[in-house]
T-cell receptor
Framework: GENVEQHPSTLSVQEGDSAVIKCTYS??????FPWYKQELGKRPQLIID?????GEKKDQRIAVTLNKTAKHFSLHITETQPEDSAVYFC????????????FGTGTRLAVRP | KAGVTQTPRYLIKTRGQQVTLSCSPISGHRSVSWYQQTPGQGLQFLFE???????NKGNFPGRFSGRQFSNSRSEMNVSTLELGDSALYLCASSWSDVGPEQYFGPGTRLTVT
């Protein structure tokens, strides 16, 4: 089955700096890659996603890039703010597996004011 | 439009008991997936239901089961509870055939003593 690895497990940046979180996946048939943000005590919130026919997608300060050949995708957050502090999860879905998402282990991002 | 809701939000049970958790998806969503979240194992897929049929199942023992009703509401049941079943149980809903985006409910925090 699909396996998703996520790095780093923790990340601390200064407010205003950029943050990058990387994920690799194992199943070349995976075609959908969402990113979730989970604040303490809250539900995971879908913040951005990308499909396998797209190489990059942006939404204001966040962007996701996908390299299908290398089977990795990354989340980029620019001009970080203290409210970006949370745990971020990447995930992958294979169309033949319905809506099953395989998650990475999470990255705890701390933005220092 | 109302988001995904889950009841109850908190549960305390004793080893050996059974528990039923409920999930109401976003109106119009036909797919409901269940995940177990623990500090040690992260987000693990339990199962997915689409149009009242289990479409996918994760690697959990048979003590974990679920079902979906004609209005897309879903329940999951855990029998013969073990201490290791203590976790946050999250459900997520999606259009599935229209779009893969999954939206999570607030979760049910289950504590087994």
């Amino acid at each position: 089955g699909e396996n998703v690895e996520q790095h780093p497990s923790t990340l601390s940046v200064q407010e205003g700096d950029s943050a990058v979180i990387k994920c690799t996946y194992s199943d070349s048939a995976s075609n959908y890659f969402p990113w979730y943000k989970q604040e303490l005590g809250k539900r995971p919130q879908l913040i951005i996603d990308i499909r396998s026919n797209v190489g990059e997608k942006k939404d204001q300060r966040i962007a996701v890039t996908l390299n299908k050949t290398a089977k990795h995708f990354s989340l980029h957050i620019t001009e970080t703010q203290p409210e970006d502090s949370a745990v971020y999860f990447c995930a992958a879905r294979t169309e033949s597996s319905g809506d099953k998402l395989t998650f990475g282990t999470g990255t705890r991002l701390a933005v220092r004011p | 439009k109302a988001g995904v809701t889950q009841t109850p939000r908190y549960l305390i049970k004793t080893r050996g008991q059974q528990v039923t958790l409920s999930c109401s998806p976003i109106s119009g969503h036909r797919s409901v997936s269940w995940y177990q979240q623990t500090p040690g194992q992260g987000l693990q897929f339990l199962f997915e239901y689409f149009s009242e049929t289990q479409r996918n199942k994760g690697n959990f023992p048979g003590r974990f089961s679920g079902r979906q009703f004609s209005n897309s509401r879903s329940e999951m049941n855990v029998s013969t509870l073990e201490l290791g079943d203590s976790a946050l149980y999250l459900c997520a809903s999606s259009w599935s055939d229209v779009g893969p985006e999954q939206y999570f409910g607030p979760g049910t925090r289950l504590t087994v003593t």
